[in-house]
């Protein structure tokens, strides 16, 4: 089992950026897909972002494509997402997750068996 603890979130004003960081325990992070999702109030859960095992590929949806940036280090066990030029409509909890039943980044959150707690986020207009 694997869990993951976020951190990072705030209140910040349209334009400027904050990087999340989820830390996840156990020995074997490496094994896991490792995704990022965002939940607005009164909203469906919304993919962000997925990375590979070793970091090399990546996906995003066309929403924050070239705004968003996910990356990981698996010597420090934990996944970041850089997000610059925020706007008010990224305000949103924001989820971290974890599959290692699946071989590829994925969009969909059926494909996650752990998360974390969340962590808000907040941009002002």
């Known amino acids: 089992q694997v869990q993951l603890v976020e951190s990072g979130g705030g209140l910040v004003q349209a334009g400027e950026s904050l990087r999340l960081s989820c830390a996840a325990s156990?020995?074997?992070?490496?094994?896991?897909?490792m995704g990022w999702f965002r939940q607005a109030p009164g909203k469906e859960r919304e993919f962000v972002a997925s990375?590979?095992?070793?970091?090399?590929?990546?996906i995003y949806p066309d929403s924050v494509k070239g705004r968003f940036t996910i990356s990981r280090d698996n010597a420090k066990n934990t996944v970041f997402l850089q997000m610059n030029s925020l706007t008010p409509e990224d305000t949103a909890v924001y989820y971290c997750?974890?599959?290692?039943?699946?071989?590829?980044?994925?969009?969909?959150?059926?494909?996650?068996?752990?998360w974390g707690q969340g962590t808000q986020v907040t941009v002002s207009s």
């Open positions: 990375i590979s095992r070793s970091g090399g590929n990546t």
């Open positions: 997750a974890a599959s290692d039943r699946i071989f590829v980044p994925n969009r969909s959150p059926t494909a996650y068996d752990h």
């Open positions: 156990g020995r074997t992070f490496s094994s896991y897909i």
